[in-house]
């Protein structure tokens, strides 16, 4: 698949240029050219600022900066909030095991519009642990194809921030740190088990039609069988261990939800063989430092994040707000799948429609606005936004109307 590349200052019709000088100049960068030259266009025009290191608005500027508790509205609940900031932050974090989709720019968008609602900052963070299955330049894309659709991250793996860096791989030494906390406290222990192992247990459990589980057999040994294995230099993962009792959450779209996962589900690994964390513990280790308030994700995560509550309060943090969005799904209900190749953004740019109409399209077919029209702007977008009215059912795309979206935005310009 060829690749388009972000823009520069553009009109609405079109521009031409080369990524590679556009990416030397915006980020004093060398890059050997082997891209195409891509056409396509922009309604809006708007410049992207050039040069690393611009601080992202809206932040505490140092550690002794006071701190107000935020009580009057239920979006703010159970957080405490840099005073210098507005308040909300927020983290689209996707993995670059692939090139951002239709799926995954609506996430972002939801995130970028909630933050600018309410005066707050949006990031970009890359979960890139799992290295086997890393796409070769799929992390600078979902960053390109962000600020192409004009909702650039106000701190990212590029621009930086107070609370690099934004790359998992880069802060290993983080959730090291976290985990050996947690096998200190009791809430976390090392598992030798085999992959072999492992697998025969899968297959038991598939032979036995029941849903395959670990069985927590490494949760029981002693400290000294743990130095034993240990001093033999056993290959080992961490695991953390669940326990009943799970607290019920508030759901900004799905209410209030509790999930007894430690009756469903084996403990969980949350350090690899190879010492890169799990998604599990990445994420609240990583919204915890980057102080993330709100965090809006898919609803594939809805039940993980009783686990996820569980880990908090094993650290003894508070857990931000969660808001998990429903589906954006196919217009006859299927799943979108990154298989059909014409869901990437990117074929979208390459085609030749403006990324407005991307917008308005993947918002207009779902909830969270006032009224659902044709047509609206990002900051009627922003404007119109309303968290309250985000419902559970998901969200039905019709792609055969995006050429309609398109010219209307076309006809606006003109």
Known sequence: ??????????????????????????????????????????????????????????????????????????????RYYCAESGGVRVRFAP??????????????????????????????????????????????????????????????PRKGGLFSAYQQSQRLGLYQEAAQTLVANGAAYHCFCSPQRLELLKKEALRNRQTPRYDNRCRHLSPGQVEEKLGQKQPHVLRFRLEEGVEPFQDMVYGWNRHEVATVEGDPVIIKADGFPTYHLANVVDDHHMQISHVLRGTEWLISTSKHLLMYRAFGWEAPTFAHLPLLLNRDGSKLSKRQGDIFIEHFALAGYLPEALLDIITNCGSGFTENRIGRTLDELIAEFDMTKIT??????????????????????D
């Open 95 to 156: 993995s670059p095991t692939g090139f951002l989709h239709l799926g995954g720019l609506r996430t972002a968008l939801y995130n970028y519009i909630f933050a600018k609602k309410h005066g707050g900052s949006f990031i970009l963070r890359l979960e890139d642990t799992d290295q086997s299955r890393l796409v070769p330049g799929a992390a600078e894309r979902i960053e390109d194809m962000l600020e192409w659709a004009g909702i650039p991250p106000d701190e990212s």
């Open 392 to 413: 559970t059912h998901s969200a039905l795309l019709d792609l055969e109307k995006l050429p309609e979206f398109n010219r209307w935005v076309t006809e606006q310009t």
């Open 1 to 78: 698949m060829v690749l388009p590349a972000i823009r520069q200052p553009l009109t609405w019709r079109q521009a031409v240029f080369n990524f590679n000088a556009w990416k030397s100049r915006a980020h004093g960068t060398t890059v050997v050219p082997s891209l195409p030259k891509i056409v396509y266009g922009s309604k809006s025009g708007t410049v992207i600022k050039q040069g690393l290191g611009r601080q992202a608005f809206g932040l505490c500027r140092n550690e002794a900066a006071a701190v107000t508790p935020v009580h009057t509205a239920s979006v703010f609940s159970r």
